[in-house]
């Protein structure tokens, strides 16, 4: 996600002409996002170096799910794939949650409740 130097002010809170929509900066909200991601893709990489038995477990999961087509790949292959892949559906879903409530999702949500 990249942010431009505009700041994105929340609408959904009061409404455009009102003084309340200068508190709370959506920008904030994706910076968050952005951390929490990147500190998942960060965590991803790390497992991937060093080995871990959920790891080994996600690796003959997949096996034991994709079969055949995935006999000639490699471990760390395929666990490359599925971090990729994994990072992918979070992503997609954080843009459904984000359409569905208001430009937040669940996990903000959830913070400030």
Not at 36 to 48: I, P, V
Request: glycine share 4%; charged share 30%; aromatic share 10%.
């Amino acid at each position: 996600m990249e942010l431009t130097g505009q700041m994105v002010l929340n609408p959904m809170k009061t409404g455009f002409n009102s003084p309340e929509t200068l508190d709370e900066p959506v920008v904030e909200s994706a910076i968050d996002n952005e951390i929490y991601n990147r500190r998942k893709a960060f965590e991803s990489t790390f497992d991937n170096l060093f080995h871990t038995d959920k790891e080994e477990s996600q690796v003959q999961k997949a096996r034991a799910i994709l079969g055949d087509s995935v006999a000639n790949v490699p471990d760390e292959e395929l666990l490359v794939y599925l971090t990729e892949f994994q990072y992918l559906l979070d992503e997609w879903l954080d843009i459904y949650e984000k359409q569905l409530f208001n430009g937040k999702t669940l996990q903000q949500l959830e913070r400030e409740g």
